[in-house]
C-alpha cells in the first residue's frame, strides 16, 4: 500500500479488526519510508457494477460518491459516522445483490432517500431538494410538508 504522506511504496500493517457492522477490514498501517502511521479499510466488491447516468453516460459505481452526499445531508445534525457507514454498506450491498452489472443513477438515489429518511428527516429533505433539483422555494415547501404529514402518520414525529 502506498502511502499517502511521502508516497513509499511499503508499509506495514500493525493492527487489523473488522469494522462495527462487520462489512470491512479496518488496517493500521505504518510507512517504512517516513515511519507515518495511517488507516486503511478493505471492503469486498461482489462484482464490477456500472451506474447508467441520467446525461446516458456510463461510469464505475463508486461508493465513496454515495459517502460524500450522505454525509454532506447529514452534516451538523447528530448522525453518528457509523450509522452513515452501515447506510452507505446497506446501499451497496443491494446494488451489489440486484442481479445486475448495470443500475440507473436514479436507482441509487431513491435508495439514498429512503435510507436517509428513516435516519434523519432533515438530512433526508437536504439530500431530496438537491437530488430532486428544487427550482423555488415552494418546492421545498411542499416537500417538507409531505415529510412532516408522513411523519406524523407513522409516528415519527421529532
Do not use: W
Not at 511521502?6 to 462487520?22: F, G, I, L, M, W
Not at 479496518?26 to 517504512?32: A, L, T
Not at 452526499?69 to 452507505?88: G, M
Amino acid at each position: 500500500m502506498r502511502c499517502p504522506f511521502c508516497a513509499h511504496e511499503d508499509s506495514q500493517v500493525k493492527d487489523s479488526r473488522p469494522t462495527e457492522d462487520n462489512s470491512a477490514i479496518r488496517r493500521r498501517r505504518q510507512c517504512g519510508g517516513c515511519g507515518a502511521r495511517f488507516t486503511t479499510f478493505e471492503r469486498v466488491q461482489l462484482r464490477e457494477i456500472t451506474v447508467a447516468k441520467s446525461d446516458g453516460s456510463r461510469e464505475a459505481f463508486d461508493r465513496s460518491k454515495i459517502e460524500q452526499s450522505v454525509t454532506l445531508a447529514c452534516r451538523k445534525r447528530s448522525v453518528a459516522p457509523e450509522k452513515i457507514d452501515r447506510l452507505v454498506s446497506g446501499i451497496q450491498r443491494q446494488v451489489e445483490t440486484q442481479g445486475d452489472n448495470e443500475v440507473a443513477s436514479r436507482a441509487i438515489g431513491e435508495m439514498v432517500m429512503e435510507g436517509l429518511r428513516q435516519v434523519d428527516s432533515v438530512a433526508y429533505i437536504r439530500f431530496a431538494s438537491v437530488y430532486r433539483s428544487f427550482n423555488e422555494a415552494r418546492d421545498f415547501q411542499e416537500f417538507a410538508s409531505s415529510v412532516q404529514k408522513a411523519g406524523s402518520q407513522d409516528g415519527l414525529d421529532e
